[in-house]
């Protein structure tokens, strides 16, 4: 009687499946605070008002700047005025730059927006970045179903579910192939 030798279980994480859940647990968690890190905020772009500079599911990077240090052409990130404080901010372009106001404009739009943007403060919120399609999975479902995607991804990229092996220790395995693609026992 031969002894078939006993197959060895797979470990649940090998090398490579560190390396790629290191990396994508690494990506996110840069993306998470080097902003903060930074002194940026994060801005979620909802609407298409500025398609060709950046497009809806976006996240704008924005730093608190003087706002003598605006001019026009930067995209100023801020609430319509008379929105409600819980309306996310907006990305617009500074098409008219006066003392204490600005007029805005988003790229796709055809005329300048209907308000003025007051700028009675000392700074206001320019943008740095645009970071495309990073925003997507917060648009549509609540953060905690994006999270949760966010984080089935992360498994799936690393590979943890494991795959059933082949068992090559049968009568299968015994069996020899001639260079011509017969087999013989």
């Given at each position: 009687m031969e002894l078939a030798p006993v197959p060895r279980p797979r470990p649940l994480l090998t090398t490579g499946r560190l390396v790629v859940l290191g990396a994508t647990l690494g990506t996110l968690v840069v993306l998470a605070l080097l902003p903060t890190v930074l002194g940026l905020q994060r801005h979620l772009v909802a609407d298409d008002s500025m398609t060709g500079a950046f497009g809806r599911g976006s996240v704008l990077l924005a730093r608190e700047v003087p706002v003598s240090a605006l001019e026009v052409g930067d995209v100023l990130v801020t609430r319509?005025?008379?929105?409600?404080?819980?309306?996310?901010?907006?990305?617009?372009?500074?098409?008219?730059?006066?003392?204490?106001?600005?007029?805005?404009?988003?790229?796709?739009?055809?005329?300048a927006d209907p308000w003025v943007v007051?700028?009675?403060?000392?700074?206001?919120?320019?943008?740095?970045?645009?970071?495309?399609?990073?925003?997507?999975?917060?648009?549509?479902?609540?953060?905690?179903?994006?999270?949760?995607?966010?984080?089935?991804?992360?498994?799936?990229?690393?590979?943890?579910?494991?795959?059933?092996?082949?068992?090559?220790?049968?009568?299968?395995?015994?069996?020899?192939?001639?260079?011509?693609?017969?087999?013989?026992?």
């Open positions: 319509p005025p008379g929105a409600a404080a819980d309306s996310r901010p907006i990305g617009h372009r500074i098409v008219e730059l006066g003392l204490d106001s600005a007029r805005t404009r988003g790229d796709a739009n055809v005329g007051p700028l009675d403060g000392a700074t206001a919120s320019r943008m740095v970045l645009a970071v495309p399609y990073v925003g997507h999975p917060f648009l549509s479902a609540g953060h905690l179903l994006a999270w949760g995607a966010a984080g089935g991804l992360v498994l799936a990229a690393a590979g943890l579910s494991r795959r059933p092996r082949r068992d090559r220790s049968g009568p299968a395995a015994l069996r020899r192939t001639t260079p011509a693609g017969r087999t013989r026992a």
